[in-house]
């Protein structure tokens, strides 16, 4: 289950339409597994987080408008679980909010603004 989802602007989709890039980080607290190079995975039930895991961003009506991938898992600041950060770009601007799906865990709607700020953050657990 995702938790608390907390994207920057201004290229052109393809087709010239504006859109933006929604970035921001995902925190999988307690079950990780530090390589001591600053870099850790998840293990238990959440070993479908990892690098290249898929982002999708959904539109209102629930199509399919960009997707994207999580990068390298780090130690969090307090080693008290792994952080992944993402980004997806293309996503067109427009609408008023935004769904985002991590791998399989559901959807987190995320207002428009919120997604264009650069600063989605959400945590799984």
């Not at 929604?22 to 990780?32: M, R």
């Not at 959440?46 to 999708?56: A, F, L, M, W």
């Not at 399989?104 to 709607?109: A, D, N, P």
Request: hydrophobic letters at 35%; glycine letters at 20%; aromatic letters at 6%.
């Amino acid at each position: 289950m995702l938790l608390a989802p907390g994207g920057s602007g201004g290229q052109a989709a393809s087709g010239g339409a504006p859109s933006f890039t929604l970035s921001g980080t995902l925190a999988v607290p307690g079950t990780s597994a530090y390589s001591g190079t600053g870099t850790c995975s998840t293990s238990g039930g959440y070993t479908d987080i990892r690098e290249g895991t898929s982002v999708t961003v959904y539109d209102a009506a629930g199509a399919v408008v960009a997707s994207g991938s999580l990068g390298a898992g780090a130690d969090s600041p307090s080693r008290s679980g792994c952080v992944f950060p993402l980004a997806v770009s293309g996503v067109p601007s427009g609408a008023k909010f935004y769904q985002v799906e991590i791998s399989h865990r559901g959807k987190l709607t995320v207002p428009a603004d919120e997604a264009r700020s650069g600063g989605f953050a959400a945590t799984l657990g």
